[in-house]
T-cell receptor
Framework: EAQVTQNPRYLITVTGKKLTVTCSQN?????MSWYRQDPGLGLRQIYYSMNVEVTDKGDVPEGYKVSRKEKRNFPLILESPSPNQTSLYFC?????????????FGSGTRLTVV | QQQVKQSPQSLIVQKGGISIINCAYENTAFDYFPWYQQFPGKGPALLIA???DVSEKKEGRFTISFNKSAKQFSLHIMDSQPGDSATYFC????????????WGAGTKLIIKP
């Protein structure tokens, strides 16, 4: 089944403890992206990647890191999480990105930083 | 100028009625306008999209109406069903932003049986 898989689905952590949220897609998509979703703010892009070893900042990159060493994987790293990073996170992928190709989203990771 | 303003924030419609969600934008360079549907516990999924060279696009019960002069576009759901209850996001993008999507804030739609 074609899908974007994120892990974990739920995570509670403490301030300052490094964490990684994994994202993997099995569709050979070139384009991958991370979003955070907060009530009333919609979806805000954190980072995106047009292809292997090519990443760029989105609208809210502060406090996050990403890497794209393989086409299928695009992990999101929080080196020193803070409570304002408590959010619902989505990974998305696309063959080459809009407008010709829509995004396929993962099921989300709900992160709580205490 | 990069914003996409979506309204209403929430909407309750009777089964069989028409649901209408509106979005407005400022940047006239936008040339791709998708709508995504998100069910609880799931990621958004592409529902329907339009380019500004047409004023309307229909797929089943879902229609996008596009008004280029007013810089507005809207989603109409005809014969709304309880299974349509979800959060709907409009978005916009353009070529020179590598087609990065600018998202509306979302509309929570509830269809009452």
């Amino acid at each position: 089944e074609a899908q974007v898989t994120q892990n974990p689905r739920y995570l509670i952590t403490v301030t300052g403890k490094k964490l990684t949220v994994t994202c993997s897609q099995n569709m050979n998509h070139e384009y991958m992206s991370w979003y955070r979703q907060d009530p009333g703010l919609g979806l805000r892009q954190i980072y995106y990647s047009m292809n292997v070893e090519v990443t760029d900042k989105g609208d809210v990159p502060e406090g996050y890191k990403v890497s794209r060493k393989e086409k299928r994987n695009f992990p999101l790293i929080l080196e020193s999480p803070s409570p304002n990073q408590t959010s619902l996170y989505f990974c998305a992928s696309s063959f080459r990105g809009p407008p010709n190709y829509g995004y396929t989203f993962g099921s989300g990771t709900r992160l709580t930083v205490v | 100028q990069q914003q996409v303003k979506q309204s209403p924030q929430s909407l309750i419609v009777q089964k069989g009625g028409i649901s209408i969600i509106n979005c407005a934008y400022e940047n006239t360079a936008f040339d791709y306008f998708p709508w995504y549907q998100q069910f609880p516990g799931k990621g958004p999924a592409l529902l329907i999209a339009i380019r500004p060279d047409v004023s309307e696009k229909k797929e089943g019960r879902f229609t996008i109406s596009f008004n280029k002069s007013a810089k507005q576009f809207s989603l109409h759901i005809m014969d709304s069903q309880p299974g349509d209850s979800a959060t709907y996001f409009c978005a916009a993008s353009f070529l020179h932003s590598n087609y990065q999507l600018i998202w509306g804030a979302g509309t929570k739609l509830i269809i009452k049986p």
